[in-house]
């Protein structure tokens, strides 16, 4: 009688694993809580759970029914112990029956038939046992193995070896395990895909919200040039694949806009399009910036946070000013464009991604390479279809259009009248040669407008020292609609020197911030930076 009661308290034991599967929400938690109270059992030497994986997989077990190794099983659960070693660690994952070929060993079968197999004695029916004088050894007598089944699917096998006759009411309580396993199983990866879900729409609402703005200010490519129709030509032909663009050209042309039309014209249009600045990341940062964290993996770390190759899942990622990633970190970007796989800072978890990207640079990449400043195989393996955004310098024609496009956002920005573009106003803006291209016109435009306060528009540069003279006579004003004078290139180079160091003067020789030289000139802080290095401007 005293086994029989033993035996009424494990099938209590049963009913509450029944009742913690329905609520338990991660899969891994469910599979390792089954396995770990069906070999609580006294009796029972050995449980295990394998699941069907599609996908491509070498079969440990290399046999004829292997060869179409489309859908395996996957050993995903195990808890046991040994008689005759006692390091032996049966929770381990790999080893010779760690994957299956539906069909192959008894596993296999069960996965490929739907049906259970029993072996109440297995001295008496050995057929079933892939090691024989490993059973003896262990006094392994019986082994029950029950398909997942959900919906009439198999979706994988629940096993358990005993050193005990099977009797007919524990197949009974293995086969009620099966079927709410099955459920369990559905339930948590649908809680878990929700839940990536969530995360991946909140994430994506933090990354696009700060582009929003930067979207709307700055417009949809506007021109006309024959510089600007070769690039959307390019824009035409790349946009549908999922080619790696890399864009080109100076700061302030319009990358991003490229970018962006790009993404819009391809087949992941529906998925987001998320922005990395590389100049902006601090050193420290770039790992968790890039393929996020897990709570406490460095100081600071509070909470689990994706990085924005998962924000971009299925999407794409822009990788503006590429050529700041530090070198010792490229190889990790690399690692992702080859294989599709990352790992979040402090955790061991693989997890795979689909993400095109695109990058941007104003350097000369190339250059970088044989100073030892960029991995030429990440350099290939960004530049499959460079595409290079004229300067604004070079397509002149194009100041017109851009003009009158500024204007019109400031106008439905402020809701009122604005003056209008004159002959004038276009020579003088098409005078300049703009080294900040783009977004130096639209600054300067709007410039104008605050200063004219509705006359007409008079466009004030700045003088040696970085200030603005509000009572500048603008070319307008005297009275020529035709003459312009013509400043040599060698004197606005001049010019563009003394206008930096006066900003960085004023600025107290501070570069970023709010109260940076970069501020000050409408430049970005890694723009400004190269051009100190390129004049070889120095603080006294």
Request: a neutral charge.
């Amino acid at each position: 009688m005293k086994p029989d009661n033993v035996h009424e308290l494990d099938y209590e034991a049963y009913k509450t694993l029944l009742l913690e599967m329905a609520q338990e929400h991660v899969v891994a938690t469910l599979l390792g809580m089954i396995v770990r109270q069906l070999a609580r059992r006294p009796h029972v030497a050995l449980a295990r759970i394998w699941l069907i994986k599609e996908g491509d997989c070498p079969c440990p077990n290399k046999e004829a029914t292997c060869e179409d190794n489309a859908k395996c099983l996957h050993l995903v659960a195990s808890r046991g112990r040994s008689l005759v070693d006692k390091d032996a660690d049966w929770s381990r994952l790999d080893g010779a029956f760690s994957r299956f070929a539906l069909g192959s060993r008894k596993v296999g079968w069960i996965a490929a038939t739907g049906k259970a197999v029993e072996v109440n004695d297995t001295e008496k029916d050995s057929k079933w046992i892939a090691r024989p004088e490993w059973a003896r050894r262990e006094k392994i007598l019986g082994f029950g193995g029950q398909p997942l089944l959900y919906k009439g699917e198999v979706l994988g096998v629940l096993s358990i070896f005993t050193r005990d006759l099977l009797q007919h009411e524990e197949l009974v309580w293995m086969r009620m395990i099966a079927d709410h396993a099955a459920t369990a199983i559905v339930n948590a990866r649908a809680f878990e895909t929700i839940n990536r879900l969530q995360e991946q729409l909140e994430l994506e609402c933090s990354y696009l919200r700060e582009e929003v703005q930067e979207a709307r200010a700055f417009g949809d490519i506007v021109g006309q040039s024959e510089a600007l129709r070769s690039v959307l030509k390019q824009v035409e032909l790349v946009a549908p694949t999922d080619t790696n663009v890399i864009i080109l050209g100076e700061s302030g042309t319009g990358k991003e806009l490229v970018a962006r039309e790009i993404h819009k014209r391809s087949l992941r249009q529906d998925r987001p399009l998320i922005k990395v600045n590389c100049a902006s990341i601090s050193r420290e940062l770039y790992e968790s910036e890039f393929f996020g964290h897990v709570k406490g993996a460095f100081s600071g770390a509070l909470k689990d946070r994706a990085g924005r190759f998962e924000a971009a899942d299925g999407g794409t990622l822009f990788l503006d000013e590429v050529g700041e990633i530090p070198i010792d970190l490229q190889s990790k970007l690399l690692r992702v464009l080859q294989e599709g796989e990352y790992e979040r800072v402090g955790d061991e978890k693989t997890r795979k991604v689909d993400v095109r990207i695109i990058a941007a640079t104003n350097r000369n990449l190339k250059k970088d390479i044989g100073k030892g400043l960029f991995r030429q195989d990440l350099y290939y393996r960004l530049s499959v279809f460079p595409l290079e955004v004229a300067p604004l310098r070079y397509r002149k024609e194009d100041i017109p259009l851009l003009a009158e496009h500024f204007l019109g956002l400031i106008q439905k920005r402020g809701n009122r009248k604005l003056p209008r573009l004159t002959k004038t106003s276009l020579k003088e803006l098409q005078g300049y040669d703009w080294p900040g291209n783009v977004r130096e016109l639209q600054n300067v435009i709007e410039r104008a407008v605050i200063i004219s306060q509705g006359d007409p528009l008079r466009f004030i540069w700045p003088d040696e020292k970085g200030a603005y003279d509000t009572t500048e006579t603008s070319a307008e004003d005297s009275g020529s609609d035709d003459e312009w004078t013509v400043v040599p290139d060698s004197e606005m180079k001049q010019r563009e020197r003394r206008n930096i160091i006066a900003a960085l003067e004023k600025s107290d020789w501070t570069i970023y911030g709010a109260r940076g030289a970069a501020r000050l000139l409408g430049i970005k802080p890694t723009t400004l930076s190269s051009r100190i290095k390129k004049m070889n401007i120095r603080k006294p």
